[in-house]
């Protein structure tokens, strides 16, 4: 079974500009969750899909967005891009909503400059 | 809001040491997770718990969630060279609820 894709995995951007990061769950998952991955902050929840509904939602500015579509693919963008939006964007699915074990992508890393 | 903290934030062993990195979440907890992350991996799901008071063993690791429901903690014995990687606890204050993670223990294991 193929594990979690993430489309692309390194992105460079600037200032004021916007990115939408992909996200492939396992096959059979209809849950995905995304975080924000920083060495000052850790793993910070953004957002969780289950059957295209958003059933949970991070701390985060309105500037950061997402949406799951009906094959549970999963996408999230982010608008005026900021330099403190530097990261690894984690994606994670599971088979279950709102709950078990949580199966992590490879990750997008998004350098702003 | 629910917050999940772990401590120490970095732990230096010698090969052969014992590690344990401590959790403990502001809300009660319905379960937890842990997870390592190799450097420049992602993170792997190590195991979940559910009960109050439950232990669980993985070989040389050790999971306890406190009978609270608000702390947990991972032991390893005899730390190895493989074991280097940042442990991450995870919780959730309900069945449904968004997933929260700790700020992650950084293990280093010198040979």
């Known amino acids: 079974k193929a594990g979690v894709t993430q489309t692309p995995r390194y992105l460079i951007k600037t200032r004021g500009q916007q990115v939408t990061l992909s996200c492939s769950p396992i096959?059979?998952?209809?849950?995905v969750s995304w975080y924000q991955q920083t060495p000052g902050q850790g793993l910070q929840f953004l957002f969780e899909y289950f059957s295209e509904t958003q059933r949970n939602k991070g701390n985060f500015p309105g500037r950061f967005s997402g949406r799951q579509f009906s094959n549970s693919r999963s996408e999230m963008n982010v608008s005026t891009l900021e330099l403190g939006d530097s990261a690894l964007y984690l994606c994670?699915?599971?088979?279950?909503?709102?709950?078990?074990?949580?199966?992590f992508g490879p990750g997008t890393r998004l350098t702003v400059l | 809001g629910q917050q999940v903290m772990q401590i120490p934030q970095y732990q230096h062993v010698q090969e052969g040491e014992d590690f344990t990195t401590y959790c403990n979440s502001s809300t009660t907890l319905s379960n937890i997770q842990w997870y390592k992350q190799r450097p420049g991996g992602h993170p792997v799901f190590l195991i979940q718990?559910?009960?109050?008071?439950e232990v669980k063993k993985q070989k040389r690791l050790t999971f306890q969630f406190g009978e609270a429901k608000k702390n947990s903690s991972l032991h390893i014995t005899a730390t190895q060279t493989t074991d280097v990687g940042t442990y991450f606890c995870a919780g959730r204050n309900n069945q449904g609820g968004k997933l929260i993670f700790g700020q992650g223990t950084e293990l280093s294991v010198k040979p």
């Open positions: 096959s059979g998952h209809r849950s």
């Open positions: 718990l559910v009960k109050s008071g």
């Open positions: 994670a699915s599971n088979g279950l909503a709102g709950g078990g074990e949580q199966f």
